[in-house]
T-cell receptor, first 113, second 109 residues
Framework: NAGVTQTPKFRVLKTGQSMTLLCAQD?????MYWYRQDPGMGLRLIHY???????AKGEVPDGYNVSRLKKQNFLLGLESAAPSQTSVYFC????????????FGPGTRLTVL | GQSLEQPSEVTAVEGAIVQINCTYQ??????LSWYQQHDGGAPTFLSY????GLEETGRFSSFLSRSDSYGYLLLQELQMKDSASYFC??????????FGKGTRLHILP
């Protein structure tokens, strides 16, 4: 099992460009999450999904959109990237009754110039 | 507001015991989790406490006191590979997980 995978691993964007980060999990987890991590900060929840076709806002949702068209995939979109979105992005997944046990992907390091 | 407080850095000696504290102030509380993250790596789950008391998993133990809004992670027989950042996390209202800013553990030989 691959667990949770993220694509791409690194990306550099110019201000105003758009991109989509892909998260995939093969553990049949219902719940999926997108976090961002900035230096000296913990993980901050951007958006999450409790099942296929559903999404909800987290702590810092502005500037991001998400979609969960398939149970195993959770996409994070940046429509118009800003330097403030330079960060490391982590995807995670969990079972619905053990949400406190989350499995994380390796992360995507995004730089916006 | 919702907040978790943990020390930014802790230093300990190889073979010793270290305790990393976490105090929380959240709307609603379901449980306290701990995650480990090595530099450049992803967070990995260590332990979870929903009820008061001590949970032990090998060299790692985690404690929770709901009345004091406090918990800690205890690492015994420290090894150099335990050098990492440790995050406490609380599942609060709306089932959202809130993470602390992390404690960087330095281990001296």
């Amino acid at each position: 099992n691959a667990g949770v995978t993220q694509t791409p691993k690194f990306r550099v964007l110019k201000t105003g460009q758009s991109m989509t980060l892909l998260c995939a999990q093969d553990m049949n987890h219902e719940y999926m999450y997108w976090y961002r991590q900035d230096p000296g900060m913990g993980l901050r929840l951007i958006h999450y999904s409790v099942g296929e076709g559903t999404t909800a806002k987290g702590e810092v949702p502005d500037g991001y959109n998400v979609s969960r068209l398939k149970k195993q995939n959770f996409l994070l979109g940046l429509e118009s990237a800003a330097p403030s979105q330079t960060s490391v992005y982590f995807c995670a997944s969990s079972l619905p009754d053990v949400q406190d046990t989350q499995y994380f992907g390796p992360g995507t390091r995004l730089t916006v110039l | 507001g919702q907040s978790l407080e943990q020390p930014s850095e802790v230093t300990a000696v190889e073979g010793a015991i270290v305790q990393i504290n976490c105090t929380y102030q959240t709307s609603g509380f379901y449980g306290l989790s701990w995650y480990q993250q090595h530099d450049g790596g992803a967070p990995t789950f260590l332990s979870y406490n929903a009820l008061d008391g001590l949970e032990e998993t090998g060299r790692f133990s985690s404690f929770l006191s709901r009345s004091d809004s406090y918990g800690y992670l205890l690492l015994q027989e420290l090894q150099m590979k335990d050098s990492a950042s440790y995050f406490c996390a609380v599942r609060a209202e709306d089932d959202k997980i809130i993470f602390g800013k992390g404690t960087r553990l330095h281990i001296l030989p």
